[in-house]
């Protein structure tokens, strides 16, 4: 039974309901901050579990395609004349976009924040699935990391289809992971509160993630058809 506050006659909770109090706080955090209330009003997506594997499982892909492409930068740089395992024919070579100033935008390869940063991508979903939490700051800096890898991903598309007209496949499995990245951190930031929208706004989005990626992997093959519909239709002269 609980007993009365001396201090202000109000009933305190005993040992084991203080407990269990602090536990229900915790998980409705993990489940998606203080904005999501419920279990039932946040997206099944961007609960812990599928969220820090989806996480995972994105950073892993990206991780793994910015890799092959670091050690493939490494045997161009020695050898300029280095065949790299995606050198399929003039328009699919990852040799030939590496040797143009888009592949190292910064200074140096760009394949190289593609290692570093899915590397913090792969360690947050770890900890998540361990049963960590993050205060809010910590959701905005993942979503400005992500908003920027996604926006450079994007910019990179481009080139390669409208400026380079060269396709390089790792590069388009790193914009592969990116959109289904892009697309569930922002609408788990929406859906915890932490990235404020109207509460008929968030619901929308909440139920739309898969479409909205889907939409985005159209939008992405329908592009390259037409950019590269020369190829396709034989007309090329390859």
């Not at 909770?13 to 203080?18: E, I, Q, R, T, V």
């Not at 960590?132 to 992500?146: D, E, H, K, P, S």
């Not at 790193?174 to 990245?181: E, G, K, Q, S, T």
């Amino acid at each position: 039974m609980p007993s009365i506050s001396p201090a202000n006659g109000t009933p305190a909770l005993d040992g084991s309901a203080a407990d269990r109090t602090a536990m229900d706080r915790a998980a409705l955090d993990r489940k998606g901050g203080p904005a999501a209330g419920s279990a039932a009003s946040v997206p099944a997506m961007t609960r812990t579990r599928p969220f820090g594997w989806l996480l995972v499982i994105t950073g892993v892909v990206g991780w793994f395609a910015s890799g092959v492409l670091v050690l493939e930068k490494l045997e161009v740089l020695k050898d300029p004349g280095h065949t790299t395992v995606c050198d399929v024919n003039p328009w699919i070579s990852c040799g030939q976009v590496m040797q143009t100033w888009q592949s190292s935008v910064f200074g140096f390869p760009n394949m190289f924040i593609g290692i570093v940063a899915f590397a913090v991508v792969i360690t947050i979903g770890m900890a998540l699935l361990a049963g960590a939490t993050f205060a809010r700051w910590y959701w905005i800096g993942l979503q400005v990391g992500v908003t920027l890898g996604f926006a450079f991903v994007v910019w990179l598309w481009s080139q390669a289809l409208y400026v380079i007209n060269i396709l390089c496949p790792f590069c388009m499995v790193v914009w592969a992971a990116m959109i289904p990245l892009f697309v569930w951190v922002t609408i788990r930031n929406i859906t915890a509160g932490v990235i404020p929208v109207p509460a008929r706004a968030a619901r929308v989005l909440g139920d739309s993630g898969w479409v909205v990626t889907a939409l985005l992997y159209v939008a992405v093959i329908a592009t390259i058809f037409f950019a590269f519909i020369q190829v396709f239709a034989g007309t090329s002269g390859y």
